[in-house]
Structure formats: C-alpha cells, structure tokens
C-alpha cells in the first residue's frame, strides 16, 4: 500500500527566496514520514525548504477543534 504518492517525488510550487516557480522535491525526511507524506519540500534550485500543507501531520499547530 506504499505506492500511492509514487508520483509525488517533484512538484512546482512558488519559491520565496528564487522568487518564482521553481521545481520542489522531497529531501530525506528525518522526521519518519512516510515518501510522500513529508510536508516538508525543498527547492532544487536554491535548497529553501517549505512546508506544504497537504500532510497535516507537520507541526501541529492544532487548533482544537472541539465541534
Ligand atoms: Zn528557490
Ligand atoms: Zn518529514
């Protein structure tokens, strides 16, 4: 059941420091996400990191949402 997210190794998203798309990919997780389901992606072009808030597992910043 690992194969899911095999295609979500690179992706495009908005660079801060390149300022402008750049291509994003997965550094190696020391955290024990599973591939795929890192928040954490680095840009290849200048290694600035950024979190995309698909896996909500990131730093749970959870607002308790008790309704
Ligand atoms: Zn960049
Ligand atoms: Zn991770």
Redesign the pocket.
């Known amino acids: 059941m690992t194969a899911l997210w095999s295609s979500a190794e690179c992706r495009s998203e908005h660079c801060a420091s390149c300022a402008g798309e750049r291509p994003f990919e997965q550094p190696g ?1 020391a ?1 024990g ?1 599973e591939p795929g389901e ?3 992606w680095a840009c290849v072009s200048c290694g600035h990191a950024i979190l995309l808030g698909s896996a909500q597992t990131a730093r749970p910043v959870r607002l308790l949402a008790t309704v």
Do not use: M
């Open positions: 997780c955290d996400h890192c928040p954490e």
